[in-house]
């Protein structure tokens, strides 16, 4: 006679649960890393720093920006309306600066500050929250250095300490195809479990001519 132990019935229970679950957690969760967060971007400012490094120093902060970070830029004409009749002070005043988050509808915002000194080159990210009105925090890099390539990583830098991309390749078993087919092949083992379990005996003794 073949039988199937209770522990193994939950056991079985409990995996198939977890196994039809886990796709779907795994596809809430994929979705909110592909959500973008709309961030206001301020005018940079500068100090001792030519115009033509101040633009090439804006362009490569945005292109870094843009660069699978889920952000969603505001900047240019809708920021400048939102910045219109303010004076330069707003720049250094969190207040004002929540404001204009308010008004663009961005939970962040971002100014940059370039400065220079010789050969020394400083590059300073601030970011404040609109909801709490508060700074989050600066992050600020130091340079001898002023190529392309030290600056993408400079800014890498900087950014991943408040807009660090999402992971760029998930483990098979992270994968939501994983878990739907190991959730049909623990429902269907259940399924035959239950089956067996609840008729006592084993398929081949009940087609059995010869049973007494």
Partial sequence: MRCTSPQTLILSLLLASYALLAPARA?????QEQQH????????RALNVEA?????LDALLRARLRDGRQLELVTGADL??????RDQSCVDDAACLVDVG???GAPRILAPRFGRLAETLILRLTVYE???GTRQGSWQQVLTKSDDKSLRVA???MLDGFAPKPRAARRFYQRWWFWTAIG???VGGTVTAIVLATRGESPTDEINPFKP
């Fill in 184 to 186: 049909a092949a623990v």
């Fill in 37 to 44: 967060v709309r961030l206001g971007v301020l005018p940079s």
């Fill in 80 to 85: 400048g309306k939102a910045l219109a009749g």
């Fill in 130 to 132: 609109t909801q709490s």
């Fill in 155 to 157: 800014f890498d830098r």
């Fill in 102 to 104: 308010k008004r663009v």
């Fill in 27 to 31: 596809a809430a969760q994929q979705q």
């Fill in 52 to 56: 033509a490094e101040r633009a090439r």
